[in-house]
T-cell receptor
């Protein structure tokens, strides 16, 4: 089944404790991205990647890191999480940027206390 | 920055009625997409309309695009309780700042009551 998976689905952590949210897709998609969703703000893009080893900042990259060492994986790293990073996070993938539908993962609900 | 803005923010209708929501955007676009999100879940792609298209249909969905007004509408006909969800428009804009980014609006929350 074609899908985007994320882990963990739920995470409660404390300020400053490094964490990684994994994202994997099995559709051989070139393009992957991370979004955060906050009430009233819709989805905002954090980082995106057009291909392996090619990543770029989205609209809200501060406090996040990403890497794209393999085509299928695009982990999101929070080196020192803060309470303002409490949010619902989505990973998405598509064949390319812009002109293609994006496939979304199920989401990761992160709470930073 | 948010490119698309949906209107209304919330919509409550009865089964069988039509639901219409609008999306306005600020800069020229390559295409506009509509997505649905059931409560707290991942978004699901509904339809993509390109800047040179004016109308597109998919099942009970009808999307229009007016590039002169920088707006799009999504019509769901004969709504069902299962259509209860949030609906988002997303734009792929033709600006250097937006290259590679699909920008989403804040969404319209639709509730369909039996």
């Amino acid at each position: 089944e074609a899908q985007v998976t994320q882990n963990p689905r739920y995470l409660i952590t404390v300020t400053g404790k490094k964490l990684t949210v994994t994202c994997s897709q099995n559709m051989n998609h070139e393009y992957m991205s991370w979004y955060r969703q906050d009430p009233g703000l819709g989805l905002r893009q954090i980082y995106y990647s057009m291909n392996v080893e090619v990543t770029d900042k989205g609209d809200v990259p501060e406090g996040y890191k990403v890497s794209r060492k393999e085509k299928r994986n695009f982990p999101l790293i929070l080196e020192s999480p803060s309470p303002n990073q409490t949010s619902l996070y989505f990973c998405a993938s598509s064949l390319g940027q812009g002109d293609y539908e994006q496939y979304f993962g199920p989401g990761t609900r992160l709470t930073v206390t | 920055s948010q490119q698309g803005e949906e209107d209304p923010q919330a919509l409550s209708i009865q089964e069988g009625e039509n639901a219409t929501m609008n999306c306005s955007y600020k800069t020229s676009i390559n295409n506009l997409q509509w997505y649905r999100q059931n409560s707290g879940r991942g978004l699901v792609h509904l339809i993509l309309i390109r800047s040179n298209e004016r109308e597109k249909h998919s099942g009970r969905l009808r999307v229009t695009l007016d590039t002169s007004k920088k707006s799009s509408s999504l019509l769901i006909t004969a709504s069902r309780a299962a259509d209860t969800a949030s609906y988002f428009c997303a734009t792929d804009a033709w600006t250097t700042d937006s290259w590679g980014k699909l920008q989403f609006g804040a969404g319209t929350q639709v509730v369909v009551t039996p």
